[in-house]
């Protein structure tokens, strides 16, 4: 079983500030996708990244996927109480494995 | 809105009992994925179906099964339940076009459905 490890699993930052989440893997991965999950809804697809050293942006979130495949982190720019959520990273396998979960939360 | 709908909202039954949970996926989407989301065991996938057919199976127990019905709805029971079952269960949709789990298909999920085991 591929194991998706999410650092940190929890983050409570101020608004304006700079994080990065990681998903790291012992695994190489064919593909990787961002999803974010609100409080009481499904989560929502961010980004997929397929290709090593691929860096994606999304607005203020930069997602960038490992030379090698086998690791991502997410980065977010000055961030707004809306990016509060669980952040899942999830694998391209057919097991459709999902990462441990960063929770973050955005203090006004 | 995602566009795919579960039932009920909520559910709270007791152990050993036996539940179904109800999912119609976004219109036109071939695939339906169920998860189980837990605090100790994060969002882990059960199965999929594709146009009525199961194309794969992740960690879904025994007692658990599922079907995909001719209009697309699915179905997900849960039989002799126990407490370890209390979870949020979600079903996504996909359009699903080759059948199989692909690693780069957009899924879209439901609100979720969330199952209290008493």
């Known amino acids: 079983t591929q194991l998706l490890e999410q650092s940190p699993q929890f983050l409570s930052i101020q608004e304006g500030e700079n994080l990065t989440v990681y998903c790291n893997s012992s695994s190489v991965f064919s593909s990787l996708q961002w999803y974010r999950q609100e409080p009481g809804e499904g989560p929502v697809l961010l980004v997929t990244?397929?290709?090593?050293?691929e860096v994606k942006k999304l607005k203020r979130l930069t997602f960038q996927f490992g030379d090698a495949r086998k690791d991502s982190s997410l980065h977010i720019t000055a961030a707004q109480t809306g990016d509060t959520g669980l952040y899942l990273c999830?694998?391209?396998?057919?097991?459709?494995?999902f990462g441990t979960g960063t929770r973050l939360t955005i203090i006004p | 809105d995602s566009g795919v709908t579960q039932t009920p909202k909520h559910l709270i039954t007791a152990t050993g009992q036996r539940v179904t949970l109800r999912c119609s996926p976004r219109s036109g989407d071939l695939s339906v994925y169920w998860y189980q989301q837990s605090l100790d065991q994060g969002l882990q996938f059960l199965i999929q179906?594709?146009?009525?057919?199961?194309?794969a199976k992740g960690n879904i127990l025994e007692r658990f099964s599922a079907q995909q019905f001719p209009d697309l709805h699915s179905e997900l029971n849960l039989s002799s339940l126990e407490l370890g079952d209390s979870a949020l269960y979600f079903c996504?949709?996909?359009?699903?076009?080759?059948?199989?789990?692909?690693?780069?298909?957009?899924?879209?999920f439901g609100p979720g459905t969330r199952l209290t085991v008493l």
């Open positions: 996504a949709s996909s359009p699903g076009s080759s059948g199989r789990p692909s690693s780069t298909d957009t899924q879209y």
């Open positions: 990244v397929v290709t090593g050293g």
């Open positions: 179906y594709y146009n009525g057919e199961e194309r």
């Open positions: 999830r694998s391209g396998n057919e097991k459709l494995t």
